[in-house]
């Protein structure tokens, strides 16, 4: 059994002169400094100014993607994005593929216009908070209830401001909005139906203020000439049971007493049976299997940009 030791002994030396000659060989190479090579990603076909609104008080930070394509006779399609500065980038990657294959689908290449914060922050939530929801009387919390300023916003100062940019389509612009932005696509919908032909509510959140916004529907009533379509989807996820843990079990129980499925669901029915009596179109509704509230913007977002291309 002695005999062993000094094998091993030497096996150990063998190892440290191996590893003492190459972190020698490695010391003598130059190895590229990848902290100085670092450049920003610059999208193409995107610009982007910050905007001072005259209707809210407020800074916007808006970003275009105009397609690099001839413009239809028509006018380019436009999807009016909420959230702008988590939504846009991909939004706008959609948009590139859209006029790469325009050739072999039939479809209009169109304009994406993110509406973000000048903070910078993916989800500026004191900004969406007061941009994003109606006023819902002693409902509305504090800094809320600025959804009819910031639409009046986007109808007379941001889209004439994109018209003057790019050839648009006046007959095809749609609203997408996600969760808070999904309840303010609804309440645009309910409240100015004629404002956009496709309204597009991502995981609405349908809760806020004891579900003020259903109290709006029976007020739909769109113009014989504008007819919207509808698009409410919602993550199968987001209206999971309680799971075990008891932070997790916290989490459940909110998104249980929400009801983010059944209140989607329940509201696509709705206006679907009764859609010619509010003037719609097309009603539709998508249950985005396996995803949760974060997850589900990405899918939805997709839908949403064929549903105003078909």
């Known amino acids: 059994m002695d005999s062993q030791f000094p094998l091993e002994s030497h096996s150990r030396s063998c190892r440290r002169t191996f590893f003492a000659m190459a972190a020698g060989l490695l010391a003598c190479v130059s190895l590229p400094s990848f902290a100085a090579d670092w450049q920003p990603v610059l999208l193409p076909q995107v610009k982007q100014l910050d905007l001072q609104s005259r209707h809210t008080g407020h800074r916007y930070r808006i970003f275009i993607s105009v397609p ?84 009046d916003f986007i109808e007379q100062e941001l889209k004439p401001l994109v018209q003057s940019a790019a050839a648009v389509d006046p007959q095809r612009q749609a609203l997408f909005g996600h969760s808070y932005g999904g309840l303010l696509t609804l309440h645009a919908l309910f409240t100015r139906p004629a404002a956009f032909q496709a309204y597009i509510a991502a995981s609405p959140s349908i809760w806020y203020a004891d579900q003020h916004v259903l109290s709006e529907v029976a007020s739909l009533a769109a113009p014989r000439n504008a007819k919207p379509r509808v698009l409410l989807t919602v993550g199968e996820l987001e209206q999971a049971a309680a799971p075990p843990s008891a932070r997790a079990s916290e989490h459940g129980n909110a998104l249980a007493k929400r009801r983010m499925v059944d209140q989607a669901r329940d509201l696509a029915a709705q206006l679907a049976a009764h859609k010619d009596g509010f003037g719609l179109r097309q009603v539709r509704f998508i249950e985005l299997q396996r995803e949760n509230h974060g997850s589900a913007m990405f899918p939805a977002l997709s839908r949403g940009l064929e549903f105003l291309l078909e």
């Not at 991909?90 to 790469?100: E, I, Q």
């Open 68 to 151: 690099g394509t001839p413009a239809p006779a028509s006018g380019h399609p436009v999807l009016y994005l909420l959230d702008g500065n988590a939504t846009f980038p991909s939004a706008a990657l959609m948009a590139r593929t859209v006029a790469r294959r325009s050739k072999a689908t039939g479809q209009d290449a169109p304009i994406v216009v993110g509406i973000g914060y000048a903070s910078g922050e993916d989800y500026d939530s004191a900004a969406r908070s007061r941009d994003y929801t109606p006023s819902a009387g002693d409902k509305t919390g504090k800094g809320e209830g600025g959804a009819d300023l910031f639409l």
